[in-house]
C-alpha cells in the first residue's frame, strides 16, 4: 500500500550510542516531516524538509540530525543518545500544497534509551 | 506563536452519550485544523479537517467538529460515543513555512460501559 514507512518499528539503545531512523514514502510529496511524541505533550516537531536536499529545524531539534538525500526518504539521526530521547517517533510526508490531500503518517518507531 | 491548546488532559464519558472535546487556537490568519486519533499502542488516524467553507465539518466514525472564528475553537463532537471511541485525540493546525504541524497536548477519552 502507498503510505509512509518507518523502520525500525522498535529499538533499545544503550546511552552514547547511535542509530539512523528511516522514514520512505512513495507518494511524491515535497514535504516531510519527524515527530517526537511523548506523555502529556503531544507531538513536537523535531526536524522536516521542504524538498530534496534540504532541511530545516523544528520545535526540539537539539540532540538530532537529519538528511533528506532522495526525495523519498528522510533520515533522522541520534549521534550519542541520551535517555531523553526515549520516545515515540513519527514521520509524516505532504505536498507543498497540503489541502490536496493532507498529511500522511508512518506507524512510528518506539525508542527507548537506556 | 502560533499554539494548539486542549483544555481537558482526561474526559470520562458513559457509553451512548454524547462528546464534546475542545480545541483552542492561536493563529492571526484564516487557520487549517485538524483532528486525529490514536488508539494504544498505534499511529495517528485523522477523523476530520477543516480547510475552509462549511464550519461544520463531518468527519469518519460519526464524529464532527465546528469552526468557530470568534472563540478560535475547533470543538470535535459526536452524538453517541461508542466504548471503541476510547483513544488519545489530538487537535492540529497548520502555522508557518514548510506546513508544519502544531499539536495540541491530546485529551483521553474513556469511555465507561
Known amino acids: 500500500n502507498a503510505g509512509v514507512t518507518q523502520t525500525p518499528k522498535f529499538r533499545v539503545l544503550k546511552t552514547g550510542q547511535s542509530m539512523t531512523l528511516l522514514c520512505a514514502q512513495d507518494m511524491n510529496h515535497e514535504y516531510m516531516y519527524w515527530y517526537r511524541q511523548d506523555p502529556g505533550m503531544g507531538l513536537r516537531l523535531i526536524h522536516y524538509s521542504v524538498g530534496e536536499g534540504t532541511t530545516a529545524k523544528g520545535e526540539v531539534p537539539d540532540g538530532y540530525n537529519v538528511s533528506r538525500l532522495k526525495k523519498q526518504n528522510f533520515l533522522l539521526g541520534l549521534e550519542s543518545a541520551a535517555p531523553s530521547q526515549t520516545s515515540v517517533y513519527f514521520c509524516a510526508s505532504s505536498y507543498q500544497e497540503f489541502t490536496r490531500n493532507g498529511y500522511t503518517f508512518g506507524s512510528g518507531t518506539r525508542l527507548t534509551v537506556v | 506563536a502560533q499554539s494548539v491548546t486542549q483544555p481537558d488532559i482526561h474526559i470520562t464519558v458513559s457509553e451512548g452519550a454524547s462528546l464534546e472535546l475542545r480545541c483552542n487556537y492561536s493563529?492571526?490568519?484564516?487557520?487549517?485544523l485538524f483532528w486525529y486519533v490514536q488508539s494504544p499502542g498505534q499511529g495517528l488516524q485523522l477523523l476530520l479537517k477543516y480547510f475552509s467553507g462549511d464550519t461544520l465539518v463531518q468527519g469518519i466514525k460519526g464524529f464532527e467538529a465546528e469552526f468557530k472564528r470568534s472563540q478560535s475553537s475547533f470543538n470535535l463532537r459526536k452524538p453517541s460515543v461508542h466504548w471503541s471511541d476510547a483513544a488519545e485525540y489530538f487537535c492540529?493546525?497548520?502555522?508557518?513555512?514548510?506546513?508544519?504541524?502544531?499539536f495540541g497536548t491530546g485529551t483521553q477519552l474513556k469511555v465507561e460501559l
Open positions: 492540529a493546525v497548520v502555522t508557518g513555512g514548510g506546513n508544519k504541524l502544531t
Open positions: 493563529y492571526g490568519a484564516t487557520p487549517y
